[in-house]
């Protein structure tokens, strides 16, 4: 067998190979035995006929088309492991010349994994961000524990922000009325983004007893086509207006808020919540940015196979995302003012960068001989099990060789972020 490679690029490679008479020699034979079994000779039951009397009773142009066909399979792996190149898919094969028991060429094309050459992961000069609680976020958390514990009191006054109303309202279009857009004894706080903009701050000022118009215009980006950009009239009758009476910060709402005795030890609690919270981002940023640089200072090409299998992964997870509610993924776009255009060329971006990572963390981990136990592996699949054991598919899966595969790479990779945030800390 004679192979000669050609580099299309870094992620790509084009291998010719030449076949002799020795070569496929062991192919005829094995295609010989393949079509045997289905030979029937006078004197011999169907497929027990020694192999050269059968030979010369099968078809020629059979004998030679499942020949090259096993010449071709059997070798293609050969060519491109004796061409140190990994194919990421089954290579494309297309054969130039075949003189049957003679001589076979063909040329094997595929998308390769490319090498990749790691930059100094040990000096990757990221510094990882000091987490720190500002004042107003303990009393942003307190302000939503005083609305929670708030009681609501009839109120003989107009309506502020803040105030919940009761209201009748009804909508129209060019005088015409429209799906959902009216209600009776419809409870809105005040505030609270629930209506297209000028909805709520219209009320404001109004009291119990009022009825009024309110002229606006839905949001171009709104989520009903038929609405979105239109002038509208919402008629509408203030039936109620409750107003919020917030506890004090006190120790008795510190009480009620969990095992506390004072305000002190609540707003402790808090703070000491938000500092674990913002330290779980400062961290995962932290993996992010090393990562980010690692792929800077390293040589690497993302094959465009694998670009577009996470392109295809990261439109699954939108899709799968705008489904839960009731959307289609050109509700999305819409949603997001992007044209289709635009959204492909963002996730090239997005997914070329993952492929970059992976690679790099791949290499990293093979180079520092990470490894993940099985019994790691079997204590991640148990803990699946215990979370999805109310689905037979997914209980089904977790059996499948292939999945077990994934959750090991998945662990590895995890294992091996661990260890360069360690290098680098």
Known sequence: MKVTTKKL????????????????????????????????????????????????????????????????????????????????????????????GETVEYTATADILPEVKLGDFKKLGVKKEAVKVAEKDVKEIL???????????????????????????EGSLNGEKFEGGAAKDFHLGLGSHQFIPGFEEGIVGHESGDRFDLELTFPKDYHAENLAGKKTVFNVLVKQVNENIKPALDDELAKKCGPFKTIDELKAD???????????????????????????????????????????????????????????????????????EDWEKMAREVAEKRVKASLCLQVLARDEKITVDDEVVDAKINELREVYKKSKEALKNLKDPNVRQDIKNRLTIEKTLNYLVEVNS
Request: charged share 35%; hydrophobic share 40%; glycine share 2%.
């Open 143 to 169: 302000e939503n524990i005083q609305n929670a514990y708030a009681e609501k009191k009839v109120a003989k006054k107009k309506a502020e922000m803040g105030d919940e109303v009761v209201i009748d309202f």
């Open 9 to 100: 690029s870094d992620t790509s490679v084009e291998i010719k190979v030449v076949l002799d008479k020795n070569d496929l020699k062991d192919a005829e034979e094995k295609a010989i035995a393949r079509l045997a079994k289905d030979v029937k000779v006078e004197g011999f039951r169907k497929g027990k006929a020694p192999l050269d009397v059968a030979k010369k009773n099968i078809n020629p142009n059979d004998l030679a088309s499942v020949a090259l066909d096993i010449a071709v399979r059997t070798t293609v792996p050969k060519a491109f492991e004796e061409a140190k190149s990994a194919p990421l898919m089954i290579p494309n094969v297309e054969v130039t010349k075949f003189v049957p």
């Open 270 to 340: 808090i703070k000491k919540n938000l500092e674990n919270q913002d330290q779980i981002k400062a961290d995962e940023k932290f993996k992010d940015d090393l990562v980010n640089v690692l792929v800077e200072k390293s040589k690497v090409s993302a094959p465009e196979i694998m670009i577009k299998d996470q392109i295809r992964m990261i439109k699954q997870d939108i899709e799968a995302n705008a489904a839960r509610q009731g959307l289609h993924f050109e509700d999305y776009l819409k949603q997001t003012g992007q044209t289709e």
